[in-house]
């Protein structure tokens, strides 16, 4: 996996969105980024891990104490990044099909 850092210039808002943490036994990434925000100019991308926050790493991290810590960042922002594996969607590549069995009267659209 690659690693990269970003640095935002503050004050917040930053422009993305975080998911998973320790509490959703998920790695912490980028949800979604605003266009033409701060996040946006630098060069965060969808899907991407967050690997530690102004030098603090955040293995083990809740969702909450990793808001907090983007919270209390004022004058700049760093983000230790690591590339998803995972495909970006937004680039139009298709999605995988669902592993999952589909019920007969849902595939063909049958309704009772």
């Known amino acids: ?3 990269y850092t970003v640095t935002l210039s503050g004050p917040a ?3 993305f969105r975080l998911q998973g943490g320790k509490d959703f036994n998920m790695p912490l990434t980028i ?3 605003t266009p033409g925000s701060k996040a946006a100019g630098g060069s965060l991308t969808q899907g991407d891990i967050i690997s530690s926050i102004d030098g ?3 293995d ?3 969702h909450l104490e990793a808001q907090n810590k983007i919270k209390i960042a004022t004058n700049k922002l760093v983000l230790t990044m690591h590339k998803s594996r995972r495909p970006n969607l937004s680039t139009g590549i298709p999605r995988m ?3 999952m069995s ?3 009267h849902q595939k063909y659209g ?3």
Do not use: A, H, Q
Request: proline share 12%; charged share 10%; no cysteine.
């Open 1 to 3: 996996m690659s690693t």
């Open 13 to 15: 808002p930053w422009g």
């Open 31 to 33: 949800s979604r980024i």
């Open 56 to 58: 603090i790493s955040t």
């Open 60 to 62: 083990g991290m809740t």
């Open 97 to 99: 099909e669902s592993p």
């Open 102 to 104: 589909v019920i007969p």
């Open 110 to 112: 049958v309704r009772s």
